[in-house]
Structure formats: structure tokens, C-alpha cells
Nanobody, 120 residues
Framework: QVQLVESGGGLVQAGGSLRLSCAAS????????MGWYRQAPGKQRESVAR???????NYADSVKGRFTISRDNAKNTVYLQMHSLKPEDTAVYYC??????????????WGQGTQVTVSS
């Protein structure tokens, strides 16, 4: 079982930046889908950004142009660079590792989350 540990969250003023990191135990498979999700109090968890084995990415409309997801398989780490933060970005951010769509073996791992708070 893969263990994911997020770090880099904190309190930042609107317009500021944060860089989240997700360190994985063992090795991240090159075709794994890595992603960042977030959940605000009383709301459903939502996808923020995903990065696929071939390097392709997808972003929620609300963060396009402001957030960048990247991965370093050699370091077993996934990053989320966040710029121009807004109060509505406030949430607990979770790292996720999921098997590719066509994989014969299914898995879906989650980190414990890191709090991001953006002040007005």
C-alpha cells in the first residue's frame, strides 16, 4: 500500500503563493494518475488538478492559470504550485494516487491532507 504525505500548507494573504508537496512511500509508477483534491467545510471533495503518466494535465476551471501540478517520479514526489491565491481557495488539500484507467489492478490512495487558508 502506498502512503502519501502532504506538506506546504499554511496561512497566506490573498494574492500570495504556496507550494504543496506530496511525498510517496516506495516508488510512484510512471503511469499512475497523480492528483490534488480539496475540501472545504461542509462541501464535497473536488478535483483541483491531475497529471497523467504521459505528462498531460487537467485543471479545474477555478484554478486554471493560477495552479500548476508537476511530478518527479525519481523523487517520488508530486507538487502543486499555487499563485494568486483567493479566499475561496481555502480548504484542506489532499494528494491522490490512482491506477490508470486501463489497468488490470485498481488502486486509489489518499494522503492525510494539509490545510490551506487564504485571508481576505
Amino acid at each position: 500500500q502506498v502512503q502519501l504525505v502532504e506538506s506546504g500548507g499554511g496561512l497566506v494573504q490573498a494574492g500570495g503563493s504556496l507550494r504543496l508537496s506530496c511525498a510517496a512511500s516506495g516508488s510512484i509508477r510512471s503511469l499512475d494518475v497523480m492528483g490534488w483534491y480539496r475540501q472545504a467545510p461542509g462541501k464535497q471533495r473536488e478535483s483541483v488538478a491531475r497529471i497523467y503518466g504521459g505528462g498531460g494535465t487537467n485543471y479545474a476551471d477555478s484554478v486554471k492559470g493560477r495552479f500548476t501540478i508537476s511530478r518527479d517520479n525519481a523523487k517520488n514526489t508530486v507538487y502543486l504550485q499555487m499563485h494568486s491565491l483567493k479566499p475561496e481557495d481555502t480548504a484542506v488539500y489532499y494528494c491522490n494516487c490512482k491506477s490508470p484507467l486501463g489497468s488490470w489492478r485498481s488502486y486509489d490512495y489518499w494522503g492525510q491532507g494539509t490545510q490551506v487558508t487564504v485571508s481576505s
